[in-house]
């Protein structure tokens, strides 16, 4: 049985499941699930991914964690019980997985290595807090790490900014917005924060007092490496300032064996230490670490002989130092240690050891010796920061090491309460001692003790540095042979506090002599107390003391013996009689120096602190003791603090009178030296002395009067620092009077209670005095005043120990009350009032309701005085925020309905005001803070405030004005993000609040301004208000993450739909106002409908039906409706906004609407041709937004252009897509189309001097203007594609514009332009394009290629397998269909995309030109593929049994002729078959054809060669010669004859009588065009070629005979073959001898079918089919099979056929020929490669196909048709098709992307080889 679980209920899944049971759950590893119920083994529940599915599972994939359950039972919610940070990272962790992987994906490849270090840190740190082992500390750090690198991440996915407080996610209900605000602030700085923060006490207002942050260096010796001295030695490490020459640190003492080891086993790894209290200012100084390296042993380190070896001294040896300035970069950097290598310099004169860190600093490098190698101290650095409590908690192991602590000289910047110290630090300076009668200068020295008073040596006592037990006695390093040595030694002397007092030191010189013996001998001795007779402590300065001579026998047993003699010249000045009979002498000659410094917590070198310490042994001085108190140091005062309180107050209670104001202003110097912050940590101290040892009573009295006595002066003193100064302490003042009155309480059971609340409420009024005054004139008063504002926030705490809430609260209402109104008292003045005002916000004082309403209204006052001036608004939002945040707190607890109230009324309109200015300046800073000052009150407002607020309006323009103030602002808000991107949270709660205050104002709206008070304005801003609001960005839920549109919903719910009902709902209580907002409001309406939220669009969409009913009633129709609509409807689109559901939706309701009104049938039609319009739009941003190519983008274009035009009749729509196709067309390089494209927009202007807006990128000018302008800009473009004869004719259009303007350089210019055009097309190579047919098939294609064929125009070079390939590169999910076949319907209706793909042959629209003599081939090139709208496509077939024998019996032709939309070229490079016609060609017609077309072309190379437009090479004409001749000789004719001629075929098909006969006339014709093309060969034949033209005649010979049976007339021989022979009479007119350059042919009728003719190059009849059927490849001997070509064509190829030649394709320019389509010519004698090569150096003439004229017969006024159709005299013009009609469909252009490839002319030599040929000319 399943039951419901009771504890079971959260769990995260550890294994997955695939949930392979009936009902099973699929879970992933990972996954969290919520459980509902169990049953032996299994779980039923869901996975809170997916929580509306339910399934079971196994219990034991399931790791079970607590939770609390709410709500228990069908509807129940379940929250982990786990520590919400580990909530958080395990969420962010599973977000994160999914966009690390997107990062590979996108390349991103460093975040992608970067995230996945930080994701492995998240899982590591997860696991430590859920380890339960941390302490608190540890907890801490560990959740500051997960937080920073959680933010750090959002930050770099671009995801939301979680504001956090503690390290937690922060609830945005349970704090004011003004804190949400702040802490996104803090949440955004905290990702750029360091690693390790450092706890600062931080003022909120005001001054910032705050702990300077010490700095410490952590030093560990690796190893010494210098191994040349093989002695001990004693480094010692210590910091230097090189600007003030003076060591600012004790010495770290390292004491290393010969070896370069520590002597002390323990201290391996270990010699290190931590320099600690520097300041910032010490880190700016100019630092080095010294290492003086001190050797332990002989005397002189290479000389065995000096001194015994038993004797060890301490002698100088070398000096290493490092600039703290060069690394501190770099170990700032890092966390860790970084090595550095010391050189260690030897000094080169001893006399100058003291000064060697200074010569090696400033490099005298004559005074010191560089080592050999770069060997040296090996050290490591680490800077650490922060408290040495801190420091300690975060390096643990460092002091682990045993680390020693070295300390600076003196106390560091803060001194802390209980740094208990009492250091004497002693520097070992100088001594002048005599030479004593030595030849030489002795070697000294000098040995220190510290004696106690009764003589005994103090033990431990001596330390030389930190890092080694101290010592009893001192010895100093030896100078070697110098009798006024410089030491500059410093010892510590940690002497014990109590021993302090009576000690004194001995210093002991002795001679080391290096003899033999080696003794050490004494000669003299100084001493020094370490206190004087008055009891302070030796100065801080160099004392030079006395010498006195002594020797080995000299017994220092009694010291009182020395201790009665003078130390130093001060000394001796005090006692005059000295007996001379004494043991010890003064040497007069010889001096001795040392210097010390004190830093000591307990004793004090200060005269005049002593003396008021033991100021009752100095009665009569009192008054002069209390004066000199404010010149004893600040580091002495702290020191002694609380027996400096206690004497001041036993003073001020001994004669009040008399010291009252002494005492008064003594502890105000004490409690002001407490605010700097080197002794603000002693503040604590005092307040520990004011609770617990403070015992004056009385003293509340004296200090009140003095306080009163002070303030009640302000008005009169020019001088008022003392006063200042009291002002400054009146925080302690307080205090002290305060607990002085308690202890008077106590001490009197509350006696004086009336008197002493008189006297502070006298004391109140003198505050006020002083606030009150008009500082204008008196810049000490402004002080003075700023003084006391600064401090009176501080006295509330104190005066609530004495006063109740509410009587302090009005002394403070008075008080702030007092301050003068006018904001121009000054901004100085200002900023400190607003400072008093924001400390007294803070307060405790402010947290209790009962104050808060006495306080409120003051402060609000303030506050409203600077926002209505626009001054210091920073400092006011920041009390506001703060009032905002007190209020939200106390509103979770209690009533605050009163102060909500006064606030709406004293802020809402002056902090809506501000808004509207800050914003107007768009100070980012200012505005979010107001921004959340407005958002918490609005948010605490609740229906009361609202009803008030409303309801306490005067007049409806009072009111008006809020509406539009608040819509306004909110709408900048909306528009200006004052809020970053990633502030979701933020702009949620914004959005929520806006919503909430939309509904409560609507009806006010609707109350006041809907009927006969109707304003459009207000409601204008109410519809663009929530016009904004639906469409804001964080509102786009469709955009988010399942997780976070949950989350938000759960939240929040959809605001958008909330905002559209609201909007909706508004809309309908307009009524017959509704017109107004025709057709403003219909373009941000349409806005929100494409928002895609079904129910949004539900609910929104049917007011277009209101709009165009409305109209409909006012104006009969909905034009405006219309026309808006469709304006913004493209615009919008294009933004990326709609989709085909709302397509669908809009069709769908609006149609249901319409159904039931008058006006049904325009409706309908204006919403189906909406529908469609969107369906275009849609297509189009498709195409632009993806990695479409120029193709589609250009078809969709066209598309959409034409839709624009021939639809809806939106000029200014089509011709901003003219532009846009244009730039299109630009970017492809479609230069011609791009022209076209331009030239539509142009024929829409006329040549008038109408001035025209502004538009695009043109600017305001005529209509004159503007088309000349685009006139030149098409001629240019067509320039740039080469299609000149388009550009003519506008060139023609400018220059009578010109003309009839008399401008005449612009004529010139013009005319100039069109005469190189001209050239141009003479002397410029053009290309022919390919044709290629395309058809689209399928469902799936674009809504504007969907089940349509095309035709493509090429680009240069292109070739079908080119094309198609291309083709299927743009279409990579299309099917390429391998029959030319049309597609049945289940491919036209099928989901998928089939390309149908073959090249087509073009029809020129007039052949006029083509026709006519002497027209060079350039130019008819350009008429054969340029203008066309019909093409041609033949495919071969045979009908009927095949004849094996000869195939041209069955061989029919299926001819496809294809109309288009328009011509091509055009404003694209493809358009639309609007026609095909499909007609079948007879076996007979097509024989008639190809022999036509050869005839023609035989004729055409003819007479181009008579009238020489060929000159030199007449390759071209062997060849063509040949081809015919040997295909006739080898059957190519006689298969015809064979066919056609025989009796059967006659017999049974009588209806081609006529048919064959004018085969048989073709084939006569042929004979006689030969024999005149022989005649012409021979004129011009090569003497190398003659054997070739001998050939030639002897075939035709025999060709004549073959044929003579069949074709009567031809028994006569042509002139080429005998010269006697007279052609017939209809042939050749003879007018006498007939020589080659007489003949002349005459055209004997119009071609057959001379539209299909013109372009064909077949050899012969032979040819069996045309080039026309464009991918069929025909080989020109039957020996050679089907090529490859043939076979992927899959078009048929008569194999059988003996035919020696077949068709070429069309003639193109040099470098054009296909090679698929070459006629190779085998026979005559030609190889296959001399048929090659005569084949390539004869295409490039191979022009002529048009037939010939005789020159007297051409007429010579016959007119030409030009490309347009119009008549002139043989050029161009722009065809009527382009300057009427832009209704033009297209394709889209391919890409030119197949590699040029030359061809070149060859000549044949006789022996078959190939050789290099010039060029024919003009080719």
């Known amino acids: 049985m399943w039951s419901p679980t009771e504890e079971e209920k959260y769990g995260v899944v550890i294994c997955s499941f695939r949930g392979a049971v009936p009902q099973g759950l699929v879970l992933e590893l990972g996954e969290t699930v919520q459980i509902l119920e169990k049953c032996e083994g299994w779980y039923r529940g869901v996975s809170i991914k997916k929580p509306n599915v339910k399934g079971i599972f196994p219990a034991n994939y399931i790791h079970l964690k607590k939770a609390i359950v709410s709500n228990r039972g069908q509807y129940e919610t379940v929250v982990p019980l786990e520590d919400s940070v580990v909530t958080e990272v395990t969420a962010t962790l599973q977000e994160w997985a999914v966009l690390w992987k997107q990062l590979y994906v996108k390349h991103k490849v460093d975040l992608f290595y970067k995230l996945r270090h930080v994701m492995n840190e998240l899982i590591d740190l997860r696991r430590q807090l859920l380890s339960g082992h941390l302490t608190q ?421 009694n010291h009182a013996l020395y201790l009665g003699l003078p130390c130093c010249k001060e000394d001796y000045n005090g006692c005059p009689n000295i007996p001379s009979s004494l043991i010890f002498q003064r040497s007069t000659k010889e001096t001795f120096s040392v210097s010390t410094q004190l830093s000591s917590t307990k004793l004090t070198q200060n005269v005049d602190l002593l003396a008021l310490l033991k100021w009752k042994a100095y009665p009569d001085r009192v008054m002069d003791i209390l004066g000199r108190l404010r010149h004893v140091s600040g580091e002495e005062i702290v020191k002694f603090l609380q027996d400096i309180l206690d004497t001041l107050f036993v003073v001020l209670d001994d004669n009040t009178e008399k010291y009252g104001l002494l005492v008064f202003q003594s502890l105000v110097f004490i409690i002001n030296l407490l605010r700097d912050s080197k002794y603000f940590h002693f503040r604590p101290v005092m307040d520990t002395y004011i609770q617990k040892h403070f015992a004056g009573a009385l003293a509340y009295k004296e200090l009140i009067r003095c306080l009163k006595w002070y303030m009640d002066r302000s008005a009169e003193l020019v001088r008022q620092d003392h006063i200042q100064e009291a002002m400054r302490a009146l925080e302690y003042l307080f205090k002290f009077i305060v607990q002085s009155r308690i202890l008077y309480s106590r001490a009197t059971c509350g006696m004086e209670e009336e008197q002493f609340r008189s006297s502070i409420q006298e004391l109140f009024q003198s505050i006020r005095f002083v606030l009150s005054l008009d500082s204008r004139s008196s810049e000490t008063l402004i002080f003075t005043q700023a003084a006391l504002l600064n401090s009176f926030p501080a006295i509330f705490d104190e005066l609530l120990q004495m006063f109740t809430v509410q009587e302090v609260a009005e002394f403070v209402r008075g008080t702030l009350g007092s301050m003068p109104s006018t904001v121009h008292i000054g901004q100085s003045m200002d900023v400190v009032k607003l400072q008093s005002i924001a400390r007294t916000v803070d307060s405790r004082l402010f947290s209790f309701s009962e104050s808060r309403r006495i306080l409120l209204p003051v402060v609000l006052h303030h506050i409203h005085l600077h926002l209505r001036q626009q001054k210091e608004l920073l400092i006011c939002s920041g009390i506001l925020s703060s009032i905002f945040s007190i209020i939200k707190t106390s509103s979770l607890e209690g009533d605050v309905v009163e102060e909500v109230e006064m606030m709406v009324e004293s802020l809402l309109d002056v902090l809506l005001q501000t808004l509207l200015t800050i914003m107007s300046k768009s100070q980012s800073q200012e505005a979010g803070e107001y921004v959340s000052c407005l958002l918490s009150l609005l948010r605490q407002m609740s229906d009361t405030h609202f009803q008030h607020l409303l309801d306490n309006f005067q007049s409806k323009d009072e009111l008006k004005e809020f509406l539009l103030k608040i819509f306004c602002v909110f709408r900048n808000l909306m528009k200006m993000s004052v809020f970053p991107r990633d502030w979701m949270v933020m702009r949620l709660l914004t959005s929520n609040i806006i919503v909430t205050t939309v509904q409560y104002l609507s009806s006010a709206l609707h109350k006041n301004f809907t009927e006969t008070d109707f304003d459009f304005k207000v409601w204008n801003s109410y519809f663009s208000l929530a016009v904004l609001f639906i469409n804001q960005p964080s509102l786009q839920l469709e955009n988010a993450t399942p997780a976070k549109r949950k989350k938000i919903q759960d939240k929040y719910g959809d605001m958008r739909v909330m905002m559209a009902y609201e909007l909706f709902s508004m809309w309908q209580n307009l009524g017959e106002h509704k017109i107004h907002f025709i057709p403003g409001m219909i373009g941000p309406f349409l806005g929100v409908t494409l928002v895609p939220q079904p129910e949004v669009r539900n609910i929104m969409i049917p007011i277009f039906h209101d709009m165009m009913d409305w109209e409909q009633r006012k104006n009969g129709n909905f034009k405006q409706v219309e026309a808006e609509l469709i304006d913004k409807l493209d615009s919008l689109v294009s933004e990326g906004k709609g989709d085909e559901n709302y397509r669908e939706l809009f069709s769908l309701l609006l149609l249901e609407k319409i159904e039931q009104e008058t006006w049904r049938e325009t409706g309908i039609s204006f919403v189906t041709s909406v529908t469609r319009l969107m369906e275009r739009l849609l297509d189009y941003r498709d195409c632009m937004k993806g990695d479409e190519t120029e193709n589609k983008k250009i078809g969709c274009t066209v598309n959409l252009m034409n839709f624009y035009k021939s639809e809806i009749n939106k000029e200014e729509m089509y011709i901003r897509y003219i532009h846009k196709l244009c730039d299109m067309h630009l970017q492809a390089e479609n230069y011609t189309e791009a022209a076209f494209t331009l030239l539509l927009y142009c024929e829409l202007l006329q040549w008038e001097d109408r001035p025209l807006r502004e ?137 998928a995309q089939y390309l149908q793909i073959y090249a087509v042959t073009p029809i020129p629209d007039n052949i006029d030109v083509l026709q006519m003599d002497r027209v060079p081939d350039r130019i008819k090139s350009f008429y054969r593929v340029n203008n066309i709208r019909k093409f041609r496509y033949d495919r071969p077939f045979h009908k009927g049994p095949k004849d094996k024998e000869n195939e041209f019996k069955s061989l029919w032709i299926e001819r496809t002729t294809l109309t288009l939309t328009h011509s091509l070229p055009g404003i694209s490079r493809w358009f639309e078959v609007e026609r095909r016609e499909l007609v079948e060609v007879s076996p007979l017609e097509n024989a008639i054809q190809v022999v036509e077309n050869k005839n023609q072309e035989l004729r055409t190379l003819i007479s181009q060669y008579q009238h020489k437009q060929m000159h030199g090479n007449i390759n071209l004409l062997s060849m063509c010669l040949n081809g015919v001749i040997d295909a006739a000789v080898n059957g190519g004719i006689a298969r015809y004859q064979e066919a056609f001629f025989d009796k059967d075929y ?244 391919a890409h030119r992307d197949r590699p040029s490839s030359a061809m070149y002319p060859a000549a044949i030599m006789e022996n078959g080889q190939l050789c290099q040929q010039r060029p024919v000319a003009g080719a």
């Not at 910032?280 to 000389?303: C, E, F, P, Q, T």
């Not at 064929?1349 to 079908?1360: F, K, N, P």
Request: hydrophobic share 30%; charged share 25%.
């Open 1255 to 1391: 538009f695009l990128h043109y600017p305001s000018q005529s209509e004159w203007q503007r088309k000349e302008g685009l006139c030149r800009k098409i001629i240019h473009y067509f320039n740039k594609g080469k299609s000149w004869e388009f550009g003519i004719p506008l060139c023609r259009e400018l220059a009578i514009q010109y003309e009839s303007l008399y401008d005449y350089q612009s004529l010139s210019w013009i005319r100039k332009m069109e005469a190189t055009y001209y050239d141009n097309i003479m002397e410029q190579q053009r290309l022919e394009p390919e044709f290629f047919r395309v058809g689209f098939y399928g469902r799936k294609f674009p809504f504007f290629l969907r089940n349509k064929e095309y035709v493509c125009r090429g680009h240069d070079y292109e070739r079908l397998e080119a094309f198609q390939q291309r083709m299927l590169s743009e279409f990579p999910q299309a099917i390429a269909m391998q029959h030319p076949n049309h597609p049945d319907d289940s491919i036209l209706q099928c989901d």
């Open 137 to 557: 500390d540890q907890v801490r750090e560990v959740k500051r790490h997960l937080t920073v690198r959680l933010d750090w991440g959002n930050e770099h996915l671009g995801l939301d900014l979680v504001p956090r407080k503690d390290f937690e996610v922060v609830d945005s209900d349970q704090i004011s917005v003004s804190d949400l605000y702040k802490m996104h602030l803090s949440s955004r700085h905290s990702v750029q924060q360091s690693t390790s923060q450092v706890d600062t006490i931080r003022q909120r207002h005001g001054e910032a007092c705050r702990m300077p942050v010490p700095h410490h260096f952590f030093l560990s010796l690796k190893s010494f490496t210098y191994n040349t001295i093989g002695e001990d030695t004693d480094v010692f490490f210590s910091l230097y300032d090189v600007r003030e020459g003076k060591q600012i640190s004790e010495r770290f003492m390292v004491r290393l064996n010969k070896n370069g080891g520590p002597r002390n086993p323990e201290k391996i790894d270990r010699m290190c230490a931590l320099f600690t209290d520097l300041s910032s200012k010490d880190m700016k100084r100019d630092l080095y670490i010294v290492a003086h390296v001190i050797r332990i042993g002989r005397m002189l380190l290479n000389d065995s002989k000096k001194g015994p070896p038993h004797l060890h001294y301490r002698r100088p040896y070398g000096c290493a130092v490092l600039s703290i300035m060069d690394v501190l970069q770099s170990i700032s950097e890092i966390k860790e240690e970084k090595d550095f290598v010391l050189k260690v310099y030897t000094c080169n004169n001893e006399n100058e050891w003291c000064q060697i860190h200074e010569n090696i600093i400033r490099k005298s490098s004559t005074k010191y010796t560089a080592p050999s190698s770069n060997y040296g101290l090996i050290i490591s650095l680490q800077l650490l920061r922060g408290d040495m409590e801190q420091v300690r908690r975060e390096n643990p192991m460092i002091f682990n090491r045993g680390v020693s602590v070295t300390r600076k000289l003196g106390f560091p910047d803060v001194i802390m309460p209980g740094d208990i110290r009492n250091d004497l630090y002693l520097t070992l300076e100088k001594g002048d001692f005599e030479r004593g009668g030595k030849s030489v200068q002795k070697n000294i020295e000098v040995t220190m003790y510290v004696l106690y008073a009764d003589g005994e040596i103090l033990k431990d006592c001596i330390s030389l540095g930190s890092g080694e037990p101290s010592r009893s006695a001192y010895h100093s390093f030896v100078l070697y042979h110098n009798n006024s040595p410089r030491w500059g030694e410093i010892i510590k002397l940690p002497i014990p506090i109590d021993r302090f007092r009576g000690s004194h030191l001995r210093f002991e010189f002795r001679h080391c002599s290096t003899k033999d013996k080696g003794e050490k001998k004494l000669f003299g001795f100084a001493f020094t107390p370490l206190m004087r007779d008055d009891g302070t402590t030796l100065s801080d300065d160099i004392h030079e003391l006395y010498v006195y001579k002594c020797d080995e026998n000299s017994t220092f047993n």
């Open 1546 to 1789: 006659i017999t049974k098909h009588p209806g081609d009588a006529e048919k064959i006969t004018q085969l048989k006339e073709l084939m006569q014709e042929q004979v006689h065009v030969l024999g005149v093309g022989l005649a012409v060969h021979e004129k011009f034949v090569h003497p190398e070629m003659r054997p070739l033209h001998k050939k030639l005649i002897d075939q035709f010979q025999m060709m004549r005979s073959s044929l003579y049976h069949e074709l009567p007339g031809l028994d006569k021989l042509s002139p080429a073959c005998s010269g006697s022979s007279t052609p017939r009479s209809n042939v050749l007119v003879s007018h006498g001898p007939m020589s080659p350059e007489s003949i002349k042919l005459v055209h004997r009728h119009s071609p057959l079918n001379l539209l299909g003719s013109v372009r064909h190059s077949s050899s012969s009849l032979s040819s069996h089919t045309s080039s026309e059927t464009g991918n069929l490849v025909i080989l020109t001997d039957s020996s050679m099979g089907e090529t490859a070509e043939d076979m992927y064509h899959m078009q048929a190829s008569p194999s059988t056929s003996s035919l020696s030649s077949t068709h070429s394709a069309p003639s193109q320019m040099i470098n054009s020929a296909p090679s698929s389509a070459r006629v190779l010519v085998k026979g005559a004698g030609l190889t296959t490669l001399e048929a090659e090569a005569l084949y390539l150096s004869t295409e490039q003439i191979q022009h002529g196909r048009q037939p010939c004229k005789l020159p007297h017969a051409a007429p010579t006024n016959v007119p030409h048709l030009c490309p347009g159709g119009t008549t002139s005299r043989g050029s161009p013009s722009l065809p009527d098709k382009y300057r009427h009609s832009r209704e033009m469909m297209m394709l889209l252009p």
